[in-house]
């Protein structure tokens, strides 16, 4: 079958894990030049000798690591054509009240100009070859807040805005900025040791197994089971394809049919 991306030069924050992962993973087998910025390379290792991979370890709260791997891709390759804004910050809260301004700066600086500082460092490069494409990772969370991650939800929605300005000013250079919502992906956000699944084991005193499903009951999954990061990834390579060259300034949610509204 032929490759869909031979030659793209294609950036992933939060490539290192999850949805960044698996959409790595694909992209390379479509023959793209993936360059996986992460602050935890170890997976991403895992993955060299599959394709043209270049892992990068850099924190997107930091400028000068933005810059470094800006510098570092336009010195090899003398373009950008993808970028994939995916490297945020989950912390659940007890409610609004709980988040307190450290927290605040601390879900703003990642989840929201950690984005904004990719697309900034990228559209320039971009308006110049007169084509690029932008997409965004958001949540369901954007539309239908979670009353346990409220900065998150807040910050989830205010992507779908900088998405549309982006598609807005920047149609004119021939850039796409679109936006993929997820929701219950199975990644390692539930996995990790302190993570979902460990307090849903808890809550439901049963085994892993058990609890997901109750979850997948509780909070109404239509498909009745969590999704895969792959099924994501999907999307993702229909929206940087040229079948997707009318759709800029939209939102598609991959959520097993969870939101309730249409
Ligand atoms: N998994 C889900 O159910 C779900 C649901 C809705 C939205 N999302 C969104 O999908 C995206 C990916 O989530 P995931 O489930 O794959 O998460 P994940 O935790 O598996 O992966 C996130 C990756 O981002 C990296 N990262 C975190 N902070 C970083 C920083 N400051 N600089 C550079 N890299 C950093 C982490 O090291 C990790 O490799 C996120 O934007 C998340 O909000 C996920």
Redesign the pocket.
């Known amino acids: 079958m032929k490759r869909r991306l031979v030659g793209k030069i294609v950036i992933i924050?939060?490539?290192?894990?999850?949805?960044?992962?698996a959409a790595t993973t694909e992209f390379l087998k479509e023959g793209a030049y993936v360059i996986g910025?992460?602050?935890?390379l170890e997976?991403l290792y895992t993955l060299q000798g599959e394709g043209y991979l270049l892992p990068y370890q850099?924190?997107?709260?930091n400028l000068s690591d933005i810059d470094g791997l800006i510098n570092t891709v336009i010195s090899k390759f003398g373009r950008i054509d993808i970028l994939i804004n995916?490297?945020?910050?989950?912390k659940p809260r007890k409610g609004f009240l709980d988040v307190t301004d450290d927290d605040w700066y601390s879900t703003i600086e990642?989840?929201l100009l950690?984005y904004i500082r990719m697309a900034r460092s990228v559209l320039p490069y971009m308006s110049n070859q007169k084509k690029g494409i932008l997409l965004h990772?958001?949540?369901?969370?954007a539309l239908m807040p979670n009353l346990n991650l409220p900065d998150?939800s807040i910050l989830?929605s205010s992507i779908l805005t900088l998405s549309k300005v982006i598609s807005r000013e920047f149609g004119k250079y021939g850039i796409r900025s679109n936006v993929v919502?997820?929701?219950?992906?199975?990644?390692?956000?539930?996995d990790k040791p302190e993570g979902l699944i460990t307090q849903l084991k808890q809550k439901y005193k049963v085994g892993c197994e058990e609890a997901l499903q109750r979850y997948v009951e509780e909070v109404d999954i239509a498909v009745g089971r969590?999704?895969r990061?792959e099924e994501?990834t999907a999307l993702l390579l229909f929206l940087v394809s040229e079948s997707a060259a009318f759709i800029t300034g939209a939102n598609y949610l991959v959520d097993g049919g969870v939101t309730p509204f249409i």
Not at 137 to 141: G, N, P, R, V, Y
């Open positions: 924050t939060g490539a290192g894990s999850g949805i960044g992962l910025g992460d602050i935890n997976q850099f924190d997107v709260r995916n490297a945020a910050l989950v990642i989840n950690g990772i958001a949540s369901e969370a998150y989830k919502s997820p929701a219950f992906i199975h990644t390692p956000i539930y969590l999704g990061p994501v």
